[in-house]
C-alpha cells in the first residue's frame, strides 16, 4: 500500500505544474485527499483537499483562483493544477488521504506519500 507524489520541478514565476497523486494496492474512492507543502524553515500547511463523500473541494487562500485539484479515477490519481505560480509557492508537496474540510489541517491525515519538490524560479 503507498501513496506517491509527483510531478513537481522548476518553473519559471507565472508558470504551471500539474501535481499528481497516486495510490498503489488501494483505491482513492471514497477518500478524503489533500495536497501540503513545507517550504524550508517553515511548518507543513494545507493546500488544498478533495472530499471522499462528495467531491467537495477546498483551498487555501494563498492559492485560491490559481490552483485546482480534481480526481481521475480511471487512474486512480488526484491532480493538483498550479498555474500563475509565484516564489512562495516554492516547497515540497505532499498528499495525503484523511478528513477533507476547509481547515485542510494536517492532524486530519493519516496516511502521507513522500513529497515533491516544487521549485519556482528565474
Known amino acids: 500500500v503507498q501513496l506517491q507524489a509527483f510531478g513537481g520541478g522548476l518553473v519559471q514565476p507565472g508558470g504551471s505544474l500539474r501535481l499528481s497523486c497516486a495510490a498503489t494496492k488501494f483505491s482513492l474512492d471514497y477518500y478524503g485527499i489533500g495536497w501540503f507543502r513545507q517550504a524550508p524553515g517553515k511548518e507543513r500547511e494545507g493546500v488544498s483537499c478533495?472530499?471522499?463523500?462528495?467531491?467537495?473541494?477546498y483551498y487555501a487562500d494563498s492559492v485560491k483562483g490559481r490552483f485546482t485539484i480534481s480526481r481521475d479515477d480511471a487512474r486512480n490519481t488526484v491532480h493538483l493544477q498550479m498555474n500563475s505560480l509565484k516564489p512562495e509557492d516554492t516547497a515540497v508537496y505532499y498528499c495525503?488521504?484523511?478528513?477533507?474540510?476547509?481547515?485542510?489541517?494536517?492532524?486530519?491525515?493519516?496516511?502521507w506519500g513522500q513529497g515533491t519538490l516544487v521549485t519556482v524560479s528565474s
Open positions: 495525503a488521504t484523511g478528513l477533507c474540510d476547509y481547515r485542510i489541517a494536517k492532524s486530519e491525515y493519516d496516511f
Open positions: 478533495i472530499s471522499g463523500n462528495d467531491d467537495s473541494t
